[in-house]
């Protein structure tokens, strides 16, 4: 039965709370005294009813005695709604679901019953984990969105977070949520740099023309010409020819967004230079979210391997160290490389190439069934490790679930790992190595591996690594190199390595960086945030 007081407390909700749940401390009989003690009761009830289903909401007020921290009179309660109220109405900022405030308030003020106001109590609870746990970890289960995304969230425990906030200095305590880390912060600006922007009117007319280059005039220049100039990249200026000026803010805006920054606007340069706003604003909040993802320590040294970005970084104390270009997997179902974090624990140099069972079926049993000595450069291996005389073999009867041999590659320059591989045992059998493919490197878009991450200076990058334990890096890595045998040297110091995803990135000084979407990844966080109630300030409200 619900639990109605008389009309004279039912507004406003303060009053109400003070007559439910403050008479309870009380000690002497009286029949007003009786009745509120039968509300309390009946306030536990209905506070145990609404969180029966949530179970970090239910253990917390289960171990709280099923005790207000919202709903009551005193100014610990006051404190805590106004925190929570002020946190929801800036949720936004941070590219947040938007709470109605209003509705939220209007509910608040008219609580008719113990039963109301214990759901009440339950419901900002929720609302406070719910923002809790999003602004400091993310709103979304990565591997839900996409299964290249295997990275660990490190969610924080709902009772934990009522029982810390109920327990410290409301405002105080959710400042400490959301990222700490300068890229966060300048993400933020970002963002409301670009909603100013869209307020205004965006960047302009689109450019038409398929590709400009120095010299040209025309409606098209003037086009590019007005739009670099609102984008920040060129001065206000009447030319209407593709002059140096020009050609000096498309190389700029080339450089930041990845391109090949020869000054020349070809297909690829217009077509980023004509994405709105809009799209940029969406890979800002997608990058945010990202960055709660990543809300934990990365490690005083870390590697830092941006998928979008084709680079590998060795990271000392926030700065960057040591950069290379990198190869990373093929747009294709099953050679994307995986975003996840791990621990680099050792180098083999020289190193043999254990050929992954999908590759030596899908790709080197076709051939091997046209010829024998194809790809005459692998062994292969039974199961007693004996190499197999493949003239003796009849490869036409096996399939790729009956195949029996292991494939190696050994050591040599020609190895597909080249002469250094930088281990971080994982599940997905991913690593960092060298090759001997090098052209790639001077491609713009480098997506060409079964999903290992290819580096460009391996040398370099291993010396980096090895400085740490060695006097001379150089030396040792060469001595172990010139044995031609396969040989491991670990780390002293273990290493976390970062394979993340990033469109949009903050630098400390310059403009903000953008990539393409290469694996169509940020537009499915994109739409997952929109579901989840995202969206972008400046052009819905």
């Known amino acids: 039965m619900t639990k109605t007081l008389p009309a004279r407390t039912r507004s406003p909700f303060y009053k109400f709370a003070l007559a439910a ?95 109301e106001l214990g759901a009440l109590e339950v419901e900002l609870s929720k609302l406070l984990v719910s923002y809790a746990q999003s602004i400091n970890s993310g709103i979304l ?10 990275r660990k969230i490190d969610r924080k425990d709902g009772a934990v977070i ?128 990202r960055e709660r993802w990543t809300n934990f320590e990365r490690g005083q040294r870390h590697v830092w391997v941006n998928l979008t970005d084709f680079t590998a970084k060795v990271v000392d104390g926030g700065s960057v160290t040591f950069q290379t270009r990198s190869v990373i997997g093929k747009n294709v179902s099953d050679q ?48 007693r490790g004996r190499v197999v005389n493949r003239g003796a073999v009849d490869f036409s009867k096996f399939t790729a679930r009956s195949f029996p041999f292991a494939i190696k590659q050994p050591p040599s320059s020609r190895n597909a790992l080249g002469l250094v591989k930088f ?24 997506a060409f591996s079964h999903g290992c991450i290819r580096l460009s200076d391996p040398f370099d990058f291993a010396y980096t690594l090895l400085a740490k334990q060695s006097s001379d890096p150089k030396a040792t890595f060469h001595k172990a190199l010139n044995t031609r045998r396969e040989t491991r040297i670990d780390l002293e110091q273990p290493v976390p390595v970062h394979l993340v995803y990033r469109t949009a990135v903050a630098p400390a000084k310059g403009r903000v960086n953008y990539r393409r979407d290469i694996y169509g990844r940020d537009a499915k966080v994109w739409a997952a945030l929109q579901n989840a109630g995202v969206a972008l300030r400046a052009v819905d409200g």
Not at 374 to 379: E, G
């Open 162 to 289: 009522l029982s810390e906030f109920a327990g410290g200095t409301p405002a105080r305590y959710l400042k400490t949520l959301p990222p700490k880390n300068a890229e966060y912060a300048r993400l933020m600006r970002e963002r409301l740099r670009l909603e100013q922007q869209i307020q205004h009117g965006g960047w302009g007319e689109v450019v038409s023309a398929k590709s400009l280059k120095p010299g040209e005039v025309g409606n098209a220049v003037i086009t590019l010409r007005n739009r670099l100039v609102r984008m920040g990249y060129l001065n206000r200026s009447a030319s209407r020819s593709y002059d140096a000026s020009i050609q000096k803010a498309v190389q700029q805006f080339q450089a930041d967004h990845g391109l090949n920054d020869d000054g020349v606007a070809g297909a690829g340069t217009i077509k980023e230079i004509n994405v709105s706003p809009e799209k940029r604003l969406a890979s800002i909040l997608v990058a945010m979210e």
């Open 21 to 115: 749940i403050g008479a309870a401390t009380f000690s002497f009989s009286s029949p007003s005294v009786v009745a509120a003690q039968s509300a309390v009761s009946a306030f536990a009830q209905a506070v145990a009813e609404a969180a029966a289903r949530e179970g970090e909401v239910a253990a917390f007020y289960r171990a709280n005695a099923y005790q207000p921290i919202w709903t009551g009179s005193s100014q610990d309660d006051l404190a805590r709604r106004k925190a929570l109220l002020a946190a929801l109405a800036g949720a936004s900022d941070h590219g947040l679901p938007v709470v109605d405030i209003d509705d939220l308030k209007n509910r608040m003020a008219n609580v008719a019953s113990v039963r």
């Open 141 to 150: 289960k990565p591997s839900k969105v996409d299964s290249g995304i295997v």
């Open 336 to 383: 994307r490389s995986p975003e996840f974090s791990d621990v680099m624990e050792f180098l083999v140099i020289n190193p043999t190439w254990n050929v992954p069972r999908s590759i030596a079926t899908k790709e080197y049993l076709p051939m091997l069934k046209r010829n024998p000595n194809a790809v005459s450069h692998l062994k292969l291996i039974d199961r």
């Open 423 to 446: 281990m971080f045992p994982n599940k997905h059998n991913i690593y960092l190595h060298d090759t001997p493919s090098k052209s790639l490197f001077a491609r713009e878009v480098r």
